[in-house]
T-cell receptor
Framework: QKEVEQNSGPLSVPEGAIASLNCTYSDRGSQSFFWYRQYSGKSPELIMSIYSNGDKEDGRFTAQLNKASQYVSLLIRDSQPSDSATYLCAVTRGSNTGNQFYFGTGTSLTVIP | GAVVSQHPSWVICKSGTSVKIECRSLDFQATTMFWYRQFPKQSLMLMATSNEGSKATYEQGVEKDKFLINHASLTLSTLTVTSAHPEDSSFYIC????????????FGPGTRLTVL
């Protein structure tokens, strides 16, 4: 079982719609949760981090964490063509060598003008 | 901010030569830096984790004698690809973690390596 799982997509939404990206993780001991955006040919950039259950909003982005169900999601409101990218979910959990960072394989999002 | 730079941004080299890639945290001290590799249309693959002043921890399947990592200071880590071959052609990305209390990784812009 993979540490972090994401639907690879592609996910297509029309401009102005809400894009919903989901991620599940296997270890209940996971502590921190992140969403990164990666444009083709570029490195990942941090969008949001979330550490406790519930919603966290930042502009058009809302991260949702449900530790009981072991999933974290990212909602993008008023989607724009510039949001077209691959979105990577990442989680960390502790180990005897320090917190380990695990990435999902990413979900490709296309926003259609 | 948390800015991480990489140099060079792209490099082309002949097979058999060595290439050094630098990763710098510009506005913070990074206790830990990470090196990733990404092939086209594939996900990030962690190669190694390096802590300042100690030996890097390599992921399974990554040859430590081929990918030499040095983390000599809290703002600089280097990855040297020794005796590069065409199959080493990839996008190499470093990231840095500010301190042990925060997990957030900040990524550099990446280095595209092409080995002829």
């Amino acid at each position: 079982q993979k540490e972090v799982e994401q639907n690879s997509g592609p996910l297509s939404v029309p401009e102005g719609a809400i894009a919903s990206l989901n991620c599940t993780y296997s270890d209940r001991g996971s502590q921190s949760f992140f969403w990164y955006r990666q444009y083709s040919g570029k490195s990942p950039e941090l969008i949001m981090s979330i550490y406790s259950n519930g919603d966290k909003e930042d502009g058009r982005f809302t991260a949702q964490l449900n530790k009981a169900s072991q999933y974290v999601s990212l909602l993008i409101r008023d989607s724009q063509p510039s949001d077209s990218a691959t979105y990577l979910c990442a989680v960390t959990r502790g180990s005897n060598t320090g917190n380990q960072f695990y990435f999902g394989t990413g979900t490709s999002l296309t926003v259609i003008p | 901010g948390a800015v991480v730079s990489q140099h060079p941004s792209w490099v082309i080299c002949k097979s058999g030569t060595s290439v050094k890639i630098e990763c710098r945290s510009l506005d913070f001290q990074a206790t830990t830096m990470f090196w990733y590799r990404q092939f086209p249309k594939q996900s990030l693959m962690l190669m190694a984790t390096s802590n300042e002043g100690s030996k890097a921890t390599y992921e399974q399947g990554v040859e430590k004698d081929k990918f030499l990592i040095n983390h000599a200071s809290l703002t600089l880590s280097t990855l040297t690809v020794t005796s590069a071959h065409p199959e080493d052609s990839s996008f190499y990305i470093c990231s840095a973690r500010r301190d042990s209390f925060t997990d957030t990784q900040y990524f550099g812009p990446g280095t595209r390596l092409t080995v002829l």
